[in-house]
């Protein structure tokens, strides 16, 4: 059974920057792909980044493209999501998740995940 912990959100203005970090206690971190989702108050929770087990391949969803970067640290079993230039509309609970073994997608869905951190908010005001 792993464990994710979610970390580094907080308050901000917009046009600023937060690293979220998560730490994952699964032994078999560096075979599995990893992925953040998020949910604004009142919204569907939905994918926003992804990264290939070995960190050879990241996706994201359209909105966050070119502000957001994902990464992995095997050695560390941590996922990182830095987001740059944040906007009011990145306000949301962010999750770290991990992906069904053997299996990647470049627009994962929220049942493709097999385990999940509890959250960390982002709150981005004006």
């Known amino acids: 059974q792993w464990q994710l912990v979610e970390s580094g959100g907080g308050l901000v203005q917009a046009g600023d920057s937060l690293r979220l970090s998560c730490a994952a206690s699964?032994?078999?971190?560096?075979?599995?792909?990893m992925a953040w989702f998020r949910q604004a108050p009142g919204k569907e929770r939905e994918f926003v980044a992804a990264i290939k087990w070995n960190g050879g391949r990241q996706d994201y969803t359209d909105s966050v493209k070119g502000r957001f970067t994902i990464t992995r640290d095997n050695a560390k079993n941590m996922v990182y999501l830095q987001m740059n230039s944040l906007k009011p509309e990145d306000t949301a609970v962010y999750y770290c998740?991990?992906?069904?073994?053997?299996?990647?997608?470049?627009?994962?869905?929220?049942?493709?995940?097999?385990?999940w951190g509890k959250g960390t908010l982002v709150t981005v005001s004006l």
């Open positions: 998740a991990a992906v069904k073994a053997a299996y990647y997608s470049n627009t994962p869905a929220s049942v493709d995940m097999e385990y």
């Open positions: 699964g032994r078999t971190f560096g075979t599995r792909s």
